[in-house]
């Protein structure tokens, strides 16, 4: 985790564009408010920076970065909870087999 100087002094960003991207990762709810920048946010500054050689802007550059990390987030949750759910499916159907074996001996 690094603090807002230590990722503008690494990645060069302007402290604006910095606290746009912060605003945008809160409302997509992947930070909270006083939390430190990872390298996971560094790495998406940099995407950031590629998109705006292409032409965008700033606030489109962040927005587009954001929303592809808000998916990946998402489809990491989806992709976890949909594991657990299937284990949670073959625990109960190995409780059933017993129980049947349980009711077929008696």
Known sequence: MYPDKAVRERTGVSQSLLAELREEYRKYHLIREFEYLNDTHIA???????????????????RKVVRERALKTLLKECKYGFEELHEMIN????????????????
């Open 44 to 62: 998406d500054l940099e995407r950031v920076q590629q998109i705006r050689h292409e032409g965008r802007t700033i606030s489109q550059a962040i």
């Open 91 to 106: 625990r109960f159907e190995a409780k059933l087999d017993r129980l049947e074996q349980f009711v077929n001996r008696k």
